[in-house]
């Protein structure tokens, strides 16, 4: 189904479900908006992304490593791999790379030594807080959206993240083209 038939048939099934009085031409376009709204807000993101991995010296995959060590704190291997969807090799191989490069440490578990712990350090901090500490200084623009629409965007995220990851599960089953 090409990109115009999701948008149709997502399109008729809101207006089926009575999600909205307008007529259908009208909210076929705003569900058509709204897509293309999130497709280059993810461009957008992928264009910042892109530069603080130049800015640290990384690849992509690199800064998602550090991405969830700053979210969760310190991780096992077996864990960074579960969160990326790496394996475990190659999160090995990136963790030599981020250590080498200072971003971060392993450590022995306290509770059990034979756990190792990964960490980042405070080099990546400092680093981070320069990248994007003034990008969450601006974030406060977003307090002139009441609890509602703040609500209702994050339902819209939530959703599309959820989509994203079935989708990208019924591709990963694809059997890959040959160029």
Partial sequence: MSRVEVVSTTAR???????SGAD???RQQLVHQAALAARLHQNAYDRFEDAA??????NRTAMRCMDVLERAGRLTAGE?????????????????????????????D???????????????RQGAAEIYGPFVDAIAEYDRYSDAELRLVTG?????????????ARISKLPRRQS
């Fill in 13 to 19: 099934a809101a207006n089926v479900i009575g999600v």
């Fill in 24 to 26: 259908p031409a009208a």
């Fill in 53 to 58: 991995a130049e800015y640290f010296g990384v």
């Fill in 80 to 108: 960074i791999a579960r969160q990326t969807g790496l394996t475990s090799g190659a999160v090995t191989a990136l963790l030599d790379r981020l250590e080498r490069a200072g971003y971060v440490r392993r450590l022995r």
């Fill in 110 to 124: 306290a509770t059990d030594r034979r756990r190792i712990l990964v960490e980042l350090t405070e080099l990546a």
């Fill in 156 to 168: 819209y995220l939530e959703r599309g993240s959820e989509l994203l990851a079935t989708h990208t």
